[in-house]
């Protein structure tokens, strides 16, 4: 049989490690590699329902003869925490929805925080972008559960009562997805609290086995392409995943050669900035807004400015 450290930990007299005192070790808190990965949860995609996303994430897999080899994912890490960001009018909420509404396509129950748009408003929305996506609203519409943070302040205000909520909901519609459009809204002139708050909902995803969108504003004033958002560099860094969505306006000769048009239009941008679950594709690539209101991934930037430019 084999030994476990922590049976000695326990046995060891007060003062030598018996229990976690104030400046004792805290031995429920060590364990081998073997004994967290019985846990583990396996890695697979979850469908993002934008066209051209889903094979941007990637896993490494080995060939009969023990090379690795490259295949996509599908779609987000089940259970990561998707950050995305970007100033206004990037589709960040336009991806929000169509999440939810892939995942109630497919069956999943999702829920979908309201905090920016009340919830009568957020449902006339997700009816245009199902109609949009070929969906049946009547086929989603108990799939998606609503929680109303922008009509009750106390949702907005107490972590606690929202934590609350979220669990009732997340209990009683046996939920695998949840959407907070924004996080930015849940720490309005209190930015300093920023990190501890995405924190706190980070672990509250982690704990109910949520694959999660945290969409979030970014000042206009930042960096388009980084991943920075209202809160600091720091907000990005606590979650499994980054996608930095931009806006581009066409104002010279030479940005209307590069991206082919004319000026006066607008080009959209996205990155996967970051993901600590599995592997993606760095680039930025070029995005398009539909007609119909949706999100669609195009070609990288790169490939798009070499056929404009012939180099």
Same mark, same amino acid.
């Given at each position: 049989?084999?030994?476990?450290?922590?049976?000695?930990?326990?046995? @060891?007299?007060?003062?030598?490690?018996?229990?976690?005192?104030?400046?004792?070790?805290?031995?429920?808190?060590?364990?081998?590699?073997?004994?967290?990965?019985?846990?583990?949860?396996?890695?697979?995609?979850?469908?993002?329902?934008?066209?051209?996303?889903? &094979?941007?994430?990637?896993?490494?897999?080995?060939?009969?003869?023990?090379?690795?080899?490259?295949?996509?994912?599908?779609?987000?890490?089940?259970?990561?925490?998707?950050?995305?960001?970007?100033?206004?009018?990037?589709?960040?909420?336009?991806?929000?929805?169509?999440?939810?509404?892939?995942?109630?396509?497919?069956?999943?129950? @999702?829920?979908?925080?309201?905090?920016?748009?009340?919830?009568?408003?957020?449902?006339?929305?997700?009816?245009?972008?199902?109609?949009?996506?070929?969906?049946?609203?009547?086929?989603?519409?108990?799939?998606?559960?609503?929680?109303?943070?922008?009509?009750?302040?106390?949702?907005?205000? &107490?972590?606690?009562?929202?934590?609350?909520?979220?669990?009732?909901?997340?209990?009683?519609?046996?939920?695998?997805?949840?959407?907070?459009?924004?996080?930015?809204?849940?720490?309005?002139?209190?930015?300093?609290?920023?990190?501890?708050?995405?924190?706190?909902?980070?672990?509250?995803?982690?704990?109910?086995?949520?694959?999660?969108?945290?969409?979030?504003?970014?000042?206009?004033?930042?960096?388009?392409?980084?991943?920075?958002?209202?809160?600091?560099?720091?907000?990005?860094?606590?979650?499994?995943?980054?996608?930095?969505?931009?806006?581009?306006?066409?104002?010279?000769?030479?940005?209307?050669?590069?991206?082919?048009?004319?000026?006066?239009?607008?080009?959209?941008?996205?990155?996967?900035?970051?993901?600590?679950?599995?592997?993606? &594709?760095?680039?930025?690539?070029?995005?398009?807004?539909?007609?119909?209101?949706?999100?669609?991934?195009?070609?990288?930037?790169?490939?798009?400015?070499?056929?404009?430019?012939?180099?």
């Amino acid at each position: 049989m084999k030994h476990d450290p922590r049976e000695t930990a326990a046995r @060891t007299p007060r003062g030598q490690g018996a229990e976690p005192t104030e400046h004792g070790p805290f031995v429920e808190a060590v364990e081998t590699l073997q004994q967290v990965g019985q846990r583990a949860p396996e890695l697979e995609g979850v469908a993002t329902g934008v066209p051209g996303l889903d &094979d941007l994430f990637f896993v490494t897999t080995l060939t009969k003869r023990g090379r690795p080899k490259k295949q996509p994912l599908g779609g987000y890490p089940r259970y990561a925490v998707i950050h995305l960001t970007g100033v206004s009018d990037t589709g960040k909420s336009l991806m929000a929805e169509q999440f939810a509404v892939e995942q109630a396509r497919q069956g999943h129950n @999702t829920i979908f925080v309201t905090v920016e748009t009340p919830a009568s408003f957020l449902a006339a929305a997700l009816k245009v972008r199902a109609r949009a996506m070929g969906v049946a609203y009547e086929d989603i519409e108990d799939r998606i559960v609503i929680i109303d943070a922008a009509s009750h302040a106390v949702l907005r205000d &107490d972590l606690s009562t929202l934590f609350n909520t979220l669990a009732y909901a997340i209990s009683t519609y046996h939920v695998k997805n949840t959407v907070i459009d924004s996080v930015t809204g849940l720490y309005e002139a209190k930015e300093m609290m920023a990190r501890s708050i995405v924190r706190r909902l980070y672990n509250f995803m982690k704990k109910w086995h949520q694959t999660a969108i945290f969409v979030s504003q970014k000042r206009s004033g930042h960096e388009e392409m980084s991943a920075e958002a209202a809160g600091g560099y720091a907000v990005s860094h606590i979650v499994d995943c980054s996608i930095v969505l931009a806006k581009k306006n066409i104002q010279s000769a030479y940005d209307a050669k590069l991206y082919g048009l004319p000026i006066g239009e607008r080009v959209h941008l996205i990155r996967i900035d970051g993901c600590r679950m599995c592997g993606h &594709d760095p680039s930025t690539h070029h995005m398009e807004i539909t007609e119909t209101g949706l999100v669609v991934v195009k070609e990288p930037l790169s490939s798009l400015t070499k056929a404009k430019t012939g180099r």
